[in-house]
């Protein structure tokens, strides 16, 4: 099992950029594909990207291609989310998320959810 803490959220001008961590402990943290996710309000929650275990390999939503970037540091159990360019319609709760398997970061099935940090993107 893994443990998930998400910090770096806030509030942010429109076209402004931030950095989001993700912090895990417990199980190896190699051993798990990392995944991003958020929920506006009113919302469902929706997939933004994932992150291979080990060699960087990532896949994005086409809605956030180009904005948003993932990362991790397996030395340190980190897993980050870059977003640039911020509008106001990404402002939501950001989420990360572990599992063992790509199949179950998409379909929910052994997945570990951090508690989420709020991003607001306002003027």
């Known amino acids: 099992q893994v443990q998930l803490v998400e910090s770096g959220g806030g509030l942010v001008q429109p076209g402004g950029s931030l950095k989001l961590s993700c912090a895990a402990s417990?199980?190896?943290?190699?051993?798990?594909?990392m995944g991003w996710f958020r929920q506006a309000p009113g919302k469902e929650r929706v997939f933004l990207g994932s992150?291979?275990?080990?060699?960087?390999?990532?896949y994005y939503a086409d809605s956030v291609k180009g904005r948003f970037s993932i990362s991790r540091d397996n030395a340190n159990n980190v897993v980050y989310l870059e977003i640039s360019s911020l509008k106001p319609e990404d402002t939501a709760v950001y989420y990360c998320?572990?599992?063992?398997?790509?199949?179950?970061?998409?379909?929910?099935?052994?997945?570990?959810w951090g508690q989420g940090t709020q991003v607001t993107v306002s003027s």
């Open positions: 992150i291979s275990r080990s060699d960087g390999s990532t």
């Open positions: 998320a572990a599992a063992l398997y790509y199949s179950g970061l998409y379909s929910g099935d052994n997945r570990y």
């Open positions: 417990g199980r190896a943290f190699s051993t798990y594909v």
